[in-house]
């Protein structure tokens, strides 16, 4: 009789066990129940498929490569204005991953996650014979202004002035 009370608590703490194990080899989430965040925060986490920007001097590697090309639908992607040089407008600075370039048309294809009070958007170029250097900004929020948190996911294209040629695409920060 005393060996069927101890079958019968088993599948209870078979599940506690298998729940144990399975808790410690994926891990906690840190912090005080933060599992995520927001889009932003995601997207920014995100690994880019472009080279990061030189850290000193704007050259690229001996190593570099071209951008990938462009593989996608056109028809899904709206134009980004391009802001004049030295153009000093208060904006802030969004995160994208490149989608590809279109050699032919000059091109850029991209996508990022837009928070409602940043729009509209507008791309900072800046270029030298080895990369050319794409930073995608939104304007500033009103301060004190209500901003409604839906993040739209855009799908954009930059029109560059000249051919991106062998130079390598670099994601940089406005200013």
Request: with cysteine; charged share 10%; hydrophobic share 35%.
């Amino acid at each position: 009789m005393k060996s069927r009370g101890i079958l019968r608590g088993t599948p209870a703490l078979l599940a506690l066990v298998l729940a144990l194990v399975l808790l410690t080899s994926c891990g906690l989430p840190q912090g005080r129940g933060s599992t995520g965040g927001s889009p932003e925060s995601q997207l920014s986490r995100t690994p880019s498929t472009i080279p990061a920007p030189p850290s000193s001097t704007p050259s690229a590697s001996p190593s570099a490569t071209p951008p990938a090309p462009f593989t996608g639908d056109p028809t899904n992607y709206q134009a980004i204005d391009v802001a004049p040089a030295g153009a000093t407008t208060p904006s802030v600075t969004l995160d994208w991953l490149l989608d590809g370039v279109d050699a032919s048309l000059n091109r850029v294809y991209l996508t990022a996650a837009v928070p409602a009070c940043n729009r509209p958007l507008q791309a900072i170029i800046t270029d030298d014979p080895n990369r050319v250097a794409l930073t995608l900004a939104g304007v500033k929020p009103t301060p004190g202004k209500t901003c409604p948190h839906n993040v739209a996911i855009f799908h954009g294209y930059v029109q560059l002035q000249e051919p991106i040629g062998t130079r390598t695409l670099a994601s940089a920060p406005a200013g």
